[in-house]
C-alpha cells in the first residue's frame, strides 16, 4: 500500500517492469526480454491507476530508449538505466 501512495505511476510501473525483468526475463541481445501477460487495464488495476496513464507512461519509456514493447513481449534495454529511475523516486 505504501508503494501506491509514495511513488508516481511511472515510478510504480518501472518497479513491477523491473521486477518481471528479474524473476522470468531472458538476456537477449535486445536486452532482458520477458513476456507481458496483463493488459494495460490489468496493469493499471495493479498499480493503482488508469489505463490511460500506464498507455502514456510505457509509450514514453519506449521514446525514451529504455524499453521495447512488440505485441505481448517487453525487452528492458537498460537494466541500469530503469533502476536509477526507480533509486531517484526514493
Known sequence: MED?????VRGRLIAHLL????TIGCETSAGVEFPLTE??????????????LISRNLGRLHNEGLVNIRKRSVAVCNLKALQAEVDRAK
Not at 501506491?4 to 508516481?8: G, K, N, R, Y
Not at 521486477?19 to 528479474?22: E, F, R, S
Not at 488495476?45 to 490511460?52: A, D, Y
Open 39 to 52: 493488459n494495460n487495464e490489468e496493469l493499471a488495476s495493479r498499480l493503482g491507476t488508469v489505463r490511460e
Open 19 to 22: 521486477h518481471l525483468a528479474k
Open 4 to 8: 501506491l501512495s509514495f511513488t508516481t
